[in-house]
């Protein structure tokens, strides 16, 4: 098969390293990639949210599949356009993928089906939100309900934290819609859950923890994700199982109700306390950096999982994991997720790389004069695994150490969570 990859993080460098080992691959394309995925796949940069160009080159280059990594594409219906041509689309259509692209609509599914998650009220209106922040006690989290690029959620500890978090959104600060949720703070540990599924049955991935804010010890601004781990202990064999019965089953009935089977990867996010699970958030993609974690630990062919969710077969199928420890450490720009300088030079790539089973996968990195240089926020993914997760993370350190980029910024504690405990 040609398989088409969609987007240009380090989640869709480790999904090109993970899908050129399938045996049904012919040919590995990814649009718009970064230089590190030219380096294993045929990247190509065209515009994938104008769906006329995309299926252009898809008829040029025969896509059999298109694997779509980010979820922007999935909430404006690009599978459902795909399929309309008879293009094979990994990923759910657009009505199941307002999971994440409606924070208004995946709240209200979870009040329907009784799904434990936050107490919350949405509002379109800005007095009525003001008016209700202003008799809810603290903290309390505010959230855009549209896409926001991770930056939508603020968790006010004061009001006037929160009234600011609602004038935002009402000035459509993020471009996410004048439409807002209120919701109960969650006290505990996070842990992101994944499943592949054709709509009724599904398969389980392995357990993932990622690092959201910029500083360690879970310290600064949210950020896109830091850092990953795999598994993730937290999320223990007793809570999966009440995940998937309190959650996973009743929304796959819900997205069959309405007469839109989800299908595709479905990615929860979790809130564990006192050994139970609430849900935080659903998105409809793989999470970065938890992918880069799986995909090192992932012994199935995930072409055949991907199939196994458009075909409806995905009862069929197994994923293997590999019976190790993963982690990844992400390399950002100094000043990330705020402003940051664009076209700083990264050196020692490939000395980091040599460094024993050491992977990199590139999200923000464009070659120029032979020189690589950092051109986003979130650049590199340091990624690693070993018997044991602390050795895992020695030897992505001990790479990180030889990369030459005075620009850049890392978390130094990925995995303390799991390390502390274990
Ligand atoms: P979301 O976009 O809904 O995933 O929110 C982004 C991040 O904000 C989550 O990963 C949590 O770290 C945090 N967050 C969101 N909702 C809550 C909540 N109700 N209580 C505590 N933290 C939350
Ligand atoms: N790791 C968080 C996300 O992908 O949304």
């Not at 009935?253 to 996010?269: E, F, H, V």
């Not at 982690?327 to 076209?343: D, F, L």
Request: include cysteine.
């Amino acid at each position: 098969m040609n398989i088409l990859v969609l987007g240009n993080g380090a989640r869709e460098h480790a999904l090109c390293f993970s899908i050129a080992k399938s045996k049904q691959l012919s040919r590995l394309f990814c649009a718009p990639g970064n230089y590190g995925i030219s380096q294993i796949a045929e990247a190509h940069n065209i515009d994938i949210n104008n769906f006329d160009i995309l299926h252009n080159f898809c008829i040029a280059k025969k896509i059999d599949l298109v694997v779509v990594g980010p979820e922007v594409p999935l909430v404006n219906g690009v599978v459902d356009f795909l399929n309309s041509k008879n293009i094979k689309a990994f990923g759910p259509k657009k009505i199941p993928a307002g999971l994440e692209g409606s924070k208004i609509f995946m709240k209200d599914i979870c009040s329907q089906y009784n799904i434990p998650t936050a107490t919350y009220k949405s509002f379109t209106e800005k007095k009525l939100a003001e008016d209700y922040l202003k008799s809810h006690s603290l903290p309390v989290v505010i959230k855009a309900s549209g896409l926001a690029a991770g930056k939508g959620v603020t968790i006010a500890t004061s009001l006037d934290d929160g009234l600011i978090a609602i004038e935002d959104i009402f000035n459509n600060k993020f471009g996410s819609g004048c439409e807002l949720v209120i919701e109960e703070f969650m006290d505990g540990e996070e842990a992101s859950y994944f499943i592949f599924t054709d709509g009724t049955n599904y398969v389980p991935l392995s357990s993932a923890q990622d690092h959201k804010r910029i500083g360690d010890g879970d310290t600064g601004p949210n950020t896109g994700g830091m850092g990953a781990y795999s598994p993730a202990p937290v999320f223990t064999k007793e809570i999966q199982t009440q995940v998937n019965q309190e959650m996973i089953e009743p929304t796959l009935k819900a997205m069959r109700d309405l007469g839109t089977p989800y299908q595709g990867i479905l990615y929860a996010g979790v809130m564990i306390k006192d050994n139970k699970a609430k849900l935080v958030e659903y998105n409809v993609r793989f999470g970065d950096p938890e992918c880069q974690v799986l995909m090192l630990r992932l012994k199935s062919d995930i072409v055949e999982l991907m199939l196994g969710t458009i075909n409806g077969n995905i009862n069929e199928i197994k994923a293997d994991w590999a019976n190790n420890h993963a982690a990844t450490v992400v390399m950002a720009s100094i000043g990330y997720p705020n402003e940051y300088k664009k076209g700083t030079e990264i050196k020692n790539l490939e000395l980091a790389e040599n460094e024993g089973g050491i992977k990199i996968f590139h999200a923000g990195t464009e070659l120029k004069d032979e020189k690589i240089l950092a051109n986003g926020g979130r650049v590199l993914s340091i990624s690693g695994s070993g018997n044991d997760l602390k050795s895992a993370l020695n030897d992505i350190y001990s790479a990180i150490d030889k990369i030459d980029w005075p620009e850049s910024t890392y978390r130094k504690d990925i995995g303390w969570r799991a390390i502390n405990n274990g």
